[in-house]
């Protein structure tokens, strides 16, 4: 489908998209490309293919909900130049 230069200056401003003049052959070229794009997705043939609900119903693996690591904090913060009730201590950056 081609598309005119009045037609990409009424789609933008339908779309409230103010548009220079130098902007609209180079949008018209790539609109009209989508377009085509779209016919050609059109035109092909579908019967007999089941439409997916949706790919996220994939159903996941569960796994055991246990610990797998021991309790590490007070070795990791040991280094630290300042922690408190288990947290670093930083300097203060927004006042």
Same mark, same amino acid.
């Given at each position: 489908?081609?598309?005119?230069? *009045? *037609?990409?200056?009424?789609?933008?401003?339908?779309?409230?998209?103010?548009?220079?003049?130098?902007?609209?052959?180079?949008?018209? *070229?790539?609109?009209?490309?989508?377009?085509?794009? /779209?016919?050609?997705?059109?035109? /092909?043939?579908?019967?007999?293919?089941?439409?997916?609900?949706?790919?996220?119903?994939?159903?996941?693996?569960?796994?055991?909900?246990? /610990?797998?690591? %021991?309790? %590490?904090?007070?070795?990791?913060?040991?280094?630290?130049?300042?922690?408190?009730?288990?947290?670093?201590?930083?300097?203060? /950056?927004?006042?």
């Amino acid at each position: 489908m081609a598309l005119s230069t *009045d *037609d990409i200056r009424q789609i933008a401003h339908l779309a409230r998209i103010g548009l220079d003049e130098s902007a609209i052959e180079p949008l018209r *070229d790539d609109l009209s490309t989508v377009l085509n794009l /779209v016919e050609q997705l059109n035109a /092909v043939d579908t019967a007999g293919v089941e439409p997916m609900a949706h790919p996220g119903n994939a159903e996941l693996r569960l796994r055991e909900d246990k /610990v797998s690591e %021991q309790d %590490q904090r007070d070795a990791l913060q040991a280094p630290a130049p300042a922690t408190e009730q288990g947290y670093f201590l930083v300097p203060r /950056v927004i006042e």
